[in-house]
C-alpha cells in the first residue's frame, strides 16, 4: 500500500502481532477512527493536578501540564498557582494581571540517578 495511512495501519499491524519488537510508543487501533497510545514511560505531572490552568467565558479547568518521567525525574518544587478569584475578576483570560490564555506552570526537576 503506497498511501500514509495505509503504511500507518500496518506498522500498527506488525507492532501489535509482535509487542516485544517495538520497546518504544505504540498505537493500538480502537475501531475505524480511534487509537489508543501506549508508552513505556512512567508519567507524573511536576506541577501536580491543579484545579485549572485556563479560564474563558464559563469554563475554568486545567488544558496544562509538565509531564515527566518519574524512573528518571522528580518533582522538587513547582510554582503555586494563582488563586481562582483573581484569576476570574474579568471576563476571561488573557487579562490586565494575566498576559495568556493558560497560566504559566513551572517545576524545578531533579534527575533521580
Do not use: K, Q
Amino acid at each position: 500500500r503506497d498511501d500514509a495511512a495505509g503504511l500507518e495501519d500496518e506498522i500498527v499491524a506488525r507492532a501489535c502481532a509482535n509487542p516485544g519488537s517495538s520497546p518504544g510508543w505504540l498505537a493500538v487501533p480502537v475501531g475505524s477512527s480511534a487509537m489508543h497510545l501506549r508508552h513505556p514511560l512512567a508519567l507524573v505531572s511536576a506541577c501536580g493536578y491543579p484545579e485549572f490552568t485556563n479560564y474563558v467565558g464559563g469554563f475554568a479547568g486545567s488544558l496544562d501540564y509538565v509531564w515527566c518521567d518519574s524512573s528518571a525525574l522528580a518533582s522538587v518544587a513547582s510554582m503555586p498557582m494563582p488563586p481562582l478569584e483573581s484569576v476570574t475578576a474579568e471576563t476571561a483570560l488573557p487579562n490586565s494581571e494575566f498576559p495568556s490564555d493558560h497560566l504559566p506552570m513551572v517545576a524545578d526537576l531533579r534527575f533521580v540517578h
